[in-house]
C-alpha cells in the first residue's frame, strides 16, 4: 500500500521543461531571465555566432577567397547563385525572428522589472532587437537609397510576443504578416537604439552597454550616408574612453583554451562569449583551422584567403602576415581559436568610421581623419600617409575589419561594384525570403531574381 501511494505521489509531479504562456514572465526574475534567453538566442551560430559575419562576406567576394567546403549551402552564397529553399538562409531568418520574439517578450513585461533595474534591462532589450533588425534589412532586402525607400520592400516588423501555444485563428490570422518598408524597419531601428542609448550603463561587464548602442546607430547613420551623424556616434563611443585600442593588433583574436587574454581585450566593444559550455563561434567552425602545435585551435578549414587578397597588404603591415598554411591551402588565424569570442564590434571601427565621416565633411571632430587613420597604420608597422585619400581610407576600413561582416555592407553604402559584372545593387547580393516562410504566409513578397 505504501508502495502504491508513492507512485500516485510521483505521478503528480509537474512538468519542468515547459511552462504554461500564462505564468511563465509574472516576476522580475522571470523577465530578466527572459532577457538572458535573448542573450543566448544571439549566440546562434545562424545569427551573431557567425552567420551575420561569414554570410556578407562571401556575398561580397570577388575572387580574395574561396569556399572549398562541402555545404552547399554555403556555397551557393559564395557563389551568389542561393535558391529560395537554402537552408542556411531559412536559419538565419528563423534564428533571428526568434530571437526578437525574446526581445518583445521582455519588453512587453518591463514594467514586472523592480524599479532598480527596469532601464537597464529595456536598454539590453532594444539594443539587440534594433542590431538584429538592423542586420535583417541589410541582407533580405534592398540597399537604403537603391529607389524609394518607402517603397521597397524591408522585413516584417513584429514587435509583440508571438503567442506559440495553441494558437486561435485570430492569432493565425495576425502572424500573417507583410513585410514592412525599408523606410520603416531603419526607423524602428533607429527609435531601438536610440532609446537604448539614453537607457543603459556606460559600463554592463559583458552584457550590452550605452556604447553598443551608439556604436550601432553610427553603423545604420553610415548605411544611410548621414555623415555628420555617423562621426557623433561613433565620436561618443570614442570619448567614453572605455575601450582602447590595444598596442598588440594580433592578440586581439587568439585566446588558446584561455591562457591568453583576447577575451577582455578593451579593444572590444561588445563581442559573443563563448564558453567551453555554451555559445556557438562559426567564424571559427568555417574560417578556423588545426594547427597541430597550437592547442585548442579548430575549424573546418572551408573558406581559404587567396593570393589576390594576401597581396593588397602593404610588406611590413603585421594584417598581411596573419594567416596559416600553405599555397592553396592558406587561411586567416583570426578565428582559429576554439573558444575565442566572436567579434561583433571593437573600437577600431568607431575610428574608422570618424576617419572616414571626417574627411567626406572636412571636418575634425574629435580628431583630424588623418590622425586617426595613421595611429591604427602605426600599430600594424605601417608609416603614416602622406596623403589621406576616401579610397586610401576605405582600404584601410576593409584590411582592418577584413573577414568580420563589414565587406559587403560597405561596398553597398559607397556603391562600389563587387565584381566588373556584379554591381552594388545586383538583387543576387540580396537574400531570398525563404521559401518555407512564404508557403506559410502569402503575405510575404520574394526579392527580385527569386
Not at 182 to 204: C, F, G, M, R
Request: proline share 4%; hydrophobic share 40%; aromatic share 8%.
Amino acid at each position: 500500500m505504501l508502495a502504491l501511494v508513492s507512485c500516485a505521489e510521483r505521478l503528480e509531479v509537474l512538468p519542468t521543461q515547459t511552462i504554461d504562456a500564462a505564468n511563465a514572465l509574472t516576476t522580475s526574475g522571470d523577465v530578466t531571465g527572459a532577457l538572458l534567453g535573448t542573450y543566448d538566442g544571439i549566440q546562434s551560430g545562424n545569427v551573431f555566432g557567425g552567420a551575420f559575419q561569414y554570410i556578407p562576406d562571401l556575398l561580397a567576394d570577388n575572387g580574395e577567397v574561396r569556399f572549398a567546403g562541402t555545404f552547399n549551402t554555403h556555397n551557393q552564397i559564395w557563389s551568389k547563385t542561393i535558391n529560395t529553399n537554402n537552408t542556411q538562409v531559412a536559419a538565419t531568418w528563423n534564428a533571428s525572428y526568434n530571437t526578437i520574439n525574446r526581445a518583445n517578450n521582455v519588453l512587453a513585461n518591463i514594467s514586472k522589472v523592480v524599479e532598480a533595474n527596469r532601464k537597464r534591462v529595456e536598454g539590453e532589450a532594444r539594443v539587440l532587437r534594433g542590431m538584429v533588425y538592423f542586420e535583417l534589412i541589410r541582407l533580405f532586402a534592398k540597399t537604403w537609397g537603391d529607389g524609394d525607400n518607402t517603397v521597397n520592400d524591408g522585413v516584417p516588423l513584429v514587435l509583440t510576443p508571438t503567442k506559440i501555444d495553441n494558437p486561435s485563428v485570430d492569432d493565425i490570422v495576425a502572424l500573417a504578416v507583410r513585410r514592412n518598408k525599408v523606410s520603416e524597419v531603419y526607423a524602428q531601428v533607429i527609435d531601438d537604439l536610440t532609446k537604448a542609448e539614453a537607457l543603459l550603463p556606460a559600463t554592463n561587464n559583458y552584457y550590452a552597454n550605452k556604447s553598443l548602442a551608439a556604436g550601432t546607430l553610427s553603423r545604420v547613420y553610415l548605411m544611410q550616408q548621414k555623415y555628420s551623424e555617423a562621426r557623433d556616434a561613433a565620436n561618443r563611443v570614442i570619448l567614453s574612453e572605455n575601450f582602447f585600442l590595444v598596442v598588440d593588433w594580433t592578440s586581439l583574436y587568439n585566446n588558446f583554451l584561455f591562457t591568453q587574454s583576447s577575451q577582455n581585450q578593451p579593444e572590444y566593444i561588445f563581442t559573443v562569449r563563448i564558453t567551453e559550455q555554451d555559445g556557438v563561434n562559426d567564424l571559427n567552425t568555417f574560417y578556423g583551422t588545426t594547427i597541430g602545435s597550437l592547442p585548442g585551435t579548430a575549424g573546418r578549414s572551408d573558406i581559404r584567403i587567396l593570393t589576390r587578397h594576401r597581396q593588397q597588404y602593404e610588406a611590413r603591415d603585421l594584417r598581411g602576415t596573419f594567416f596559416n598554411g600553405s599555397g592553396s591551402r592558406v587561411f586567416s588565424s583570426k578565428f582559429i581559436d576554439r573558444f575565442g569570442n566572436v567579434p561583433v564590434m571593437r573600437l577600431a571601427e568607431m575610428v574608422l568610421t570618424r576617419a572616414e565621416c571626417n574627411f567626406r565633411l572636412r571636418t575634425s571632430v574629435g580628431n583630424t581623419p588623418e590622425s586617426d587613420i595613421n595611429i591604427l597604420r602605426e600599430r600594424v608597422n605601417l608609416g603614416p600617409l602622406a596623403t589621406l585619400t576616401l579610397d586610401a581610407i576605405l582600404k584601410e576600413r576593409k584590411l582592418e575589419l577584413m573577414f568580420e561582416g563589414h565587406l559587403l555592407h560597405d561596398l553597398k553604402r559607397t556603391r562600389r561594384p563587387i565584381t566588373t559584372a556584379l554591381a552594388w545593387n545586383n538583387p543576387r547580393l540580396i537574400l531570398p525570403i525563404p521559401q518555407r516562410e512564404r508557403d506559410a504566409n502569402p503575405n510575404l513578397t520574394q526579392n527580385e531574381g527569386y
